[in-house]
């Protein structure tokens, strides 16, 4: 199973705390972890699926995969910028959504119209599932597989 987390390239200390959490459960699901590669959600959930042991996809928006963050096991290049958001949500087989704004915002609705779970996490209120509990939100994430 692959699990995409979407969210903020930036994130507060407590966002950033609580990614990693979700991401160490990802890895524990057992779920091979998609992100877009960079800073912030997507580090702290990279680092924490890494630290239990997981395997990182970063799918990164540069032809660098040195612009993936430190917990990348495996960097995808595009050269495509954002538009490579399309290609996070596509590779799971559901969709994470933590904090994060407009870009995170587009990433579900490509989830929602693609026809993938989604779950929020401290993110947009709007019609998908959403907590502000890890541990609800994995309740929800094990009800759907």
Not at 13 to 38: H, K, N, Q, W
Not at 75 to 91: E, K, P
Not at 136 to 143: D, G, T
């Amino acid at each position: 199973m692959y699990v995409s987390v979407v969210g903020g390239q930036q994130c507060s200390p407590e966002i950033y705390s609580e990614a990693v959490e979700i991401g160490r459960r990802i890895a524990r699901l057992p779920a091979v972890l998609v992100t877009g590669g960079l800073g912030g959600v997507m580090e702290a959930a990279s680092r924490g699926a890494r630290e239990a042991g997981g395997i990182t996809i970063g799918i990164v928006p540069s032809e660098n995969r040195a612009d993936g963050n430190p917990y990348i096991e495996h960097a995808i290049v595009t050269g495509i910028g954002q538009a490579r958001n399309a290609l996070v949500v596509l590779n799971g087989d559901l969709v994470v959504a933590i904090d994060g704004r407009h870009g995170t915002l587009s990433e579900i609705a490509m989830a929602v119209k693609y026809g993938k779970p989604v779950f929020g996490y401290k993110s947009w209120d709007i019609d998908i599932p959403s907590f502000d509990d890890v541990d609800m939100l994995f309740r929800a994430i094990r009800e759907q597989l």
